[in-house]
T-cell receptor
């Protein structure tokens, strides 16, 4: 069975500061890993994904994440926070099966950006 | 349409009522997923279709929940005899093909059961 743990349900950062959102996963097979962002009253949007190619993945809006198998982690970072980064972020793991992907999500981390 | 469309966006039901939530996926997307997102939590898988076939319904919480996609396009999630614990946002997502992993989500249908 797969699972995802996101450390910290809320993170507060100052504008211009580093954003670091932590994600650890559990999977019995090599996983595909994803970060999604959800703005208020909107659907989830894909930020980036890891699908067994490069371990450092770059996504939209300046975000990137590094897959570390030894640590079973896929932490999300952005060097300099912008006010528009205020949203909820979800880490997800997918185990490829014949019946298709089924994403298992973490509980989410809400990011507040202070001016 | 350009994206996944869900209706209604908001639904208030009295306990015991039946509700139907509609999802119109991106044109040509083979795979369709339903997720339930309770307040303050991450989305939880309910069911999955590949074209008209429902290949996985392991996440449906009870037999009051039923989903269909009869022509392999629009899908309906039906909840019978709604209960307060059914209050959540119901998210629909579609993807072009299996095994790519990337899902495209609608804005969700927020169900409140009084």
């Amino acid at each position: 069975a797969q699972s995802v743990t996101q450390l910290g349900s809320h993170v507060s950062v100052s504008e211009g500061a580093l954003v670091l959102l932590r994600c650890n996963y559990s999977s019995s097979v090599p996983p595909y890993l994803f970060w999604y962002v959800q703005y208020p009253n909107q659907g989830l949007q894909l930020l980036l994904k890891y699908t067994s190619a490069a371990t450092l993945v770059k996504g939209i809006n300046g975000f990137e994440a590094e897959f570390k198998k030894s640590e079973t982690s896929f932490h999300l970072t952005k060097p300099s926070a912008h006010m528009s980064d205020a949203a909820e972020y979800f880490c997800a793991v997918s185990e490829i099966k014949a019946a298709g992907n089924k994403l298992t999500f973490g509980g989410g981390t809400r990011v507040l950006v202070k001016p | 349409g350009a994206g996944v469309s869900q209706s209604p966006r908001y639904k208030v039901a009295k306990r015991g009522q039946d509700v139907a939530l509609r999802c119109d996926p991106i044109s040509g997307h083979v795979s369709l997923f339903w997720y339930q997102q309770a307040l303050g939590q991450g989305p939880e898988f309910l069911t999955y279709f590949q074209n008209e076939a429902q290949l996985d319904k392991s996440g449906l919480p009870s037999d009051r929940f039923f989903a269909e996609r009869p022509e392999g396009s629009v899908s309906t999630l039906k909840i019978q005899r709604t209960q307060q614990e059914d209050s959540a946002v119901y998210l629909c997502a579609s993807s072009l093909a299996q095994n790519t992993g990337e899902l495209f989500f609608g804005e969700g249908s927020r169900l409140t059961v009084l």
